[in-house]
């Protein structure tokens, strides 16, 4: 059985098109426009292990808003497709990551509900890099849960460069969210007294 899934999604800001192999070995083919985007979804597919394509033309002109949260929202709905009826996975799954003075946690539930707790330090350098604002970090997370159904929880307690703390955020959302996918040879159909996901 593969889990691939594809979404192509068309606006008048953005041309989004994404495709996820959930039993991949990490191999990223990506092209946003906004360069630590880009970055940060190599790292999804390197350390979640996904092979994950993605290209993204958008309305740059104005400022990358739109760029990265159509982007994420193509993401999720690629990542509830390539999932299908989930029977046999794992569900839950967390992961803690370093990045040099900075730490993420982060916990996944694959439950089908949408919901999202983040906090990372305050005050943190507004941009990174030519056109990564750092408040969209936040966004990009909630628009990825609210197409992909999963219930994810973020907290980096402490951190002080602002490229550490959004990198090793992503790090370990790619670790929770492989974990959670994998296949647990005890669980038999769909991990859920309700018998749905």
Known sequence: MTRIGRVERTTKETKVSVEIDLDGTGVADISTGVGFYDHMLDQLARHGLFDLTVRTEGDLHIDSHHTMEDTALALGGAF????????????????????????????????????????????????????????????????????????????????????????????????????ACESDPRVTGVPSTKGAL
């Open 80 to 179: 509830k497709e390539a999932l299908g009826d989930k029977a046999g996975i794992r569900r839950f799954a967390d992961a803690k990551v370093p990045l040099d003075e900075s730490l993420a946690e982060v916990t996944v539930d694959v439950s089908g509900r949408p919901y999202l707790v983040h906090s990372e330090p305050e005050g943190m350098a507004p941009v990174i890099g030519r056109d990564y604002d750092t408040t969209m970090t936040r966004h990009i997370f909630e628009s990825f849960v609210a197409q992909a159904g999963v219930a994810l929880h973020i907290r980096v307690p402490y951190g002080r460069n602002a490229h550490h703390i959004v990198e090793c955020q992503f790090k370990a959302f790619a670790r929770a969210l492989r974990f």
